[in-house]
Structures are given as structure tokens and as C-alpha cells.
């Protein structure tokens, strides 16, 4: 159960500093329970550290801005990961991807992958980002050793002694401050964590916004996800079981307001104009949310007793699905990182941990932000040469065997240094 700060579970001493009783800082502190944070907590959850939660959301599914009606794909290695922390399970409703299909409005050829003929059982799954909050809050309630807390908005950063930091918190109408050994920053692109560190944040205004929403398809999916570029920003199909879809659309920031207005009828025929009709005919779209699209990458993801994960860290554009599952493997490193330290009676909050965070981390964040980001640029732009180059890359990328298996496997979260959860099966 998760409480605000004023709690059972809040500060036992006087001077209000958290002391968890024994007048002993905490082990990990993290600070943002969006996906990646609670996924972190889970995964410390049992490891004999004491790591506590703080959310500045009630937890409420409702109430927690990143649990809403985005649809996430996720690779094949964060099912695993998330199946072997018990965060996913048979009721949860994930709907298996078995095929992916790329094309660009306007260019030559396509590409499709299908994952029974690369010989994988599916490159992972779909699952609305709802969904997934629901079954983390189930899991983090279940956790034996993890003291949470919400509403808590971290607020202010005290500088350290050398053995622990200390953060202060608002909860409702009081502040409190908390000692941590460690204190993980998975507080999101606007990391408060990061700004008071003084990490600079290299930025970039796609200028494009994306519109989610669910639709009821003619044909189903079956497992199908598509992804089209188009001049003005691509779209994505994706399976959500049998006749629905969640649909992500990009279009231009200084389109957005009126596409945000269209009714019913004519939202469809924009959709239609900019996907085609591979799935038939589009009816009962659902709300519409738009996000701005931007791309976040912090300067440095350590500072002295601190590290950053998620989109803290980084944040890119969700053209090639890879937000979460990036974040997700931040997360999980680290806790394999702090089980390893803890067994050998390490601090958590050790320079060398955190150095060996970042170097275990950093391959995987250059290919992952730079892949995303190629991908905008090379999709997005209609000179002749691209295109050709395009439509070349389609018609190889769609014909080599190993090309397509090696392609897959890194889009499935198989990559260098991958955390072992992600491996199980
Ligand atoms: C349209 C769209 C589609 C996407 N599709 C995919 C996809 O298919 N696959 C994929 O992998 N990724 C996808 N992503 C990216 C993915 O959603 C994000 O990468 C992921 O949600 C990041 O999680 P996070 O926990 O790092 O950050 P967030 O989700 O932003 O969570 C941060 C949390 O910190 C809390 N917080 C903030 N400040 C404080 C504070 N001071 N004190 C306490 N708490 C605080 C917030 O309340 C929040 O709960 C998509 C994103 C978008 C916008």
C-alpha cells in the first residue's frame, strides 16, 4: 500500500528526515513511479535493499498521467522481463505481434516481417499503457519490502555528506525530507531530479504531434502492426485483439488543433487519407489525445549518488516504439547491478556502481536515441535521392534472410548487454 508522506510509513523522527526506524538512510530512493520507476521497484523488490517509492500521482490508474490510453509496444525481451517479475500474466491483455509491416506513402516496395518465418514465436506484444499501470499498481502492492510513497512530489535536493543524500518532498500541506544512499531519478522528460542537479538536457522540437486513439478495423490485424510514413508524419496500426486498434497518427504541431476538431467522419477519412485501406474500413474511433513530440537526452545520466533511468535519461520520438523498452533495460541493469553489490555488502551509491551503469548502458542509448531519430529524419524527408535510397533499403531489407532476423532481434530488445531477465523464458 502506498501512502503520502505524513503515513504510517512517513518519517519516524523528529526532524522529520525519514530513518525507516534504525536512524539508517535508505538504500535506493526512486523518485517517479511512471512505468520505468515502479518497473525498478519491482525488480529491487525481495533483494534485501531497502528501496522506497515516491510518486508525485495518487496511485490511482486514473490519476498517474503516464498510465493513460497510449498503446505500447513492447519488445519481445520487456515481455519476458516483465512476465518474470510477475507484472504480466495470462489475464493481462496483451495481444501478441506476429507481423510487422513498413511502408512509405509514395516510395517503392515495403517491408514485412513476419516473425513465424524468422523462426521467433511473436516480436512482442501490444498492450495499452493503462493496462500496463493497472498491473504494475497490482504488483507493487504486492511487494513485501517496498515502502511507497503518494502523493510525494520531490521538491528539493539537499547537498550530501558523502554517505547518503537528502531529499525533500511535499505531501499534501507538509514537507519532509528523506535520506537515501541512493536516489534514482525516474521522473520523466522534466526530471526534477536532473534540473537540480544541473544536468544540461540536449533538446529537439519535432514540430510533429501524436494523436492516439483506438479504432474498430473492417478486416482484423491478426497480429499485423503497420507502420506508414507519409510527408507529413507517419501513422501507426497497431493489433489490440480481435477488431480494434490503436492508432497513432503524427501530424504537424500547427496541424494538430484542427485535426483535434474534426467529428467522427471526418477523422476517419484524414486516417484513411494518410494510411490507405490495408485493414478495410475504419469506424468507432474512441478519444483522441495528442502528444508533442520531442526528443530529450540528458547530458550525463550520473551524478554523485544518483543516477537517471527512462525518459529522465532520454526521451524519444515514438516512431520506432522504443521509449519504454529502452527505459525499461535502464531499469533493469540497475537492479541487477545493486542485487550484485548488495550481495557483496557494496553501497549502493558507489561511484564505481554508477560508472559501471553508464558503460553497461551506453551502447544500447546511442543505437536506441539514434535509431529513433534516423529514423524521423531518413522517413520523414521527400528529396529524390532518399527516396531512392528508401525504397532500395525496403527492397533489401525485405529480401536478405539475416538482415531481417538481425533487425528483428535488436527491435525485440536482444542487444548487447542485455539484462538476463529479458533473456528468460
Ligand atoms: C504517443 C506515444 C506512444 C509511445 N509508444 C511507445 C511504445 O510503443 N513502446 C515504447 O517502448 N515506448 C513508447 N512510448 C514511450 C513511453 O511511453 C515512455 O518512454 C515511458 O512512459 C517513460 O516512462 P518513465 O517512467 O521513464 O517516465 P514517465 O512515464 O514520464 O513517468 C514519470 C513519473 O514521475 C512522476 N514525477 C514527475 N516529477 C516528479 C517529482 N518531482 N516527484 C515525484 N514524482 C514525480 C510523474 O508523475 C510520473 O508518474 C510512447 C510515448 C508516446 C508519447
Known amino acids: ?13 523528529r526532524d522529520g528526515r525519514y530513518d525507516g526506524g534504525v536512524n539508517e538512510p535508505l ?19 525481495g533483494a534485501g535493499l531497502r528501496v522506497a517509492l515516491a510518486e508525485a500521482a495518487p496511485p490511482r490508474v486514473d490519476l498517474q498521467p503516464s498510465y493513460d490510453e497510449r498503446n505500447l509496444v513492447l519488445a519481445s525481451a520487456s515481455v519476458n522481463a516483465l512476465e518474470a517479475l510477475g507484472v504480466l500474466g495470462p489475464g493481462t491483455p496483451a495481444t501478441p505481434l506476429h507481423r510487422i509491416h513498413v511502408s512509405r506513402r509514395g516510395d517503392f516496395g515495403a517491408v514485412r516481417l513476419d516473425a513465424r518465418e524468422l523462426g521467433l514465436p511473436a516480436f512482442g506484444a501490444v498492450l495499452p499503457a493503462r493496462e500496463l499501470g493497472n498491473a504494475l499498481l497490482r504488483r507493487l502492492d504486492r511487494c513485501t519490502a517496498l515502502e511507497r510513497f503518494a502523493p510525494a512530489t520531490a521538491v ?41 542537479h544541473g544536468i544540461d538536457a540536449v533538446r529537439h522540437d519535432y514540430a510533429q504531434s501524436a494523436f492516439v486513439t483506438t479504432l474498430t478495423t473492417e478486416r482484423p490485424l491478426d497480429g499485423t502492426a ?27 504541431t500547427a496541424e494538430a488543433a484542427s485535426v483535434a476538431a474534426l467529428d467522427e467522419d ?10 490507405g485501406w490495408r485493414a478495410g474500413r475504419f469506424s468507432r474511433p474512441g478519444r483522441r489525445r495528442p502528444y508533442p513530440l520531442a526528443r530529450m537526452l540528458a547530458a ?33 541493469t540497475l537492479a541487477e ?12 551509491g558507489d561511484a564505481s556502481l554508477l560508472a559501471r551503469h553508464v558503460e553497461l548502458r551506453a551502447p544500447d542509448r546511442a543505437a536506441t536515441t539514434s535509431f529513433s531519430d534516423d529514423l524521423v529524419r531518413l522517413m520523414g524527408n521527400d528529396l529524390l535521392p532518399l527516396r531512392a535510397l528508401r525504397s532500395l533499403g525496403f527492397h533489401a531489407l525485405d529480401r536478405i534472410g539475416p538482415l531481417k532476423r538481425r533487425f528483428a532481434l535488436r527491435g525485440m530488445g536482444y542487444r548487447g548487454n542485455a539484462p538476463t531477465l529479458g533473456l528468460m523464458r
Open 1 to 13: 500500500m502506498a501512502t503520502d508522506c505524513r503515513g504510517a510509513q512517513a518519517p519516524s523522527r
Open 27 to 45: 538504500d535506493v530512493l526512486i523518485v517517479g513511479g511512471g512505468l520505468v520507476g515502479a518497473s525498478l521497484a519491482i525488480a529491487l523488490d
Open 156 to 196: 528539493a535536493i539537499e547537498p550530501g555528506d558523502g554517505e547518503a543524500v537528502t531529499i525533500a518532498f511535499a505531501c499534501a500541506d507538509v514537507k519532509r525530507s528523506v535520506r537515501t544512499r541512493l536516489l534514482v531519478a525516474a521522473d520523466g522528460t522534466e526530471s526534477f531530479v536532473r534540473a537540480a
Open 226 to 252: 503497420y507502420e506508414r510514413f507519409t510527408d507529413s508524419g507517419p501513422v501507426a496500426l497497431l493489433p489490440l485483439g480481435e477488431r480494434r486498434a490503436g492508432l497513432v497518427l503524427s501530424v504537424p
Open 266 to 275: 471526418a477523422f476517419i477519412a484524414f486516417v484513411h487519407e494518410r494510411f
Open 300 to 332: 550525463r545520466t550520473t551524478a554523485p549518488r544518483c543516477v537517471l533511468v527512462g525518459n529522465a535519461a532520454q526521451t524519444v520520438h515514438p516512431i520506432g516504439a522504443q521509449g519504454f523498452n529502452l527505459g525499461l533495460r535502464d531499469a533493469l
Open 337 to 348: 547491478l545493486l542485487r550484485e553489490s548488495h550481495a557483496r555488502s557494496g553501497d549502493p
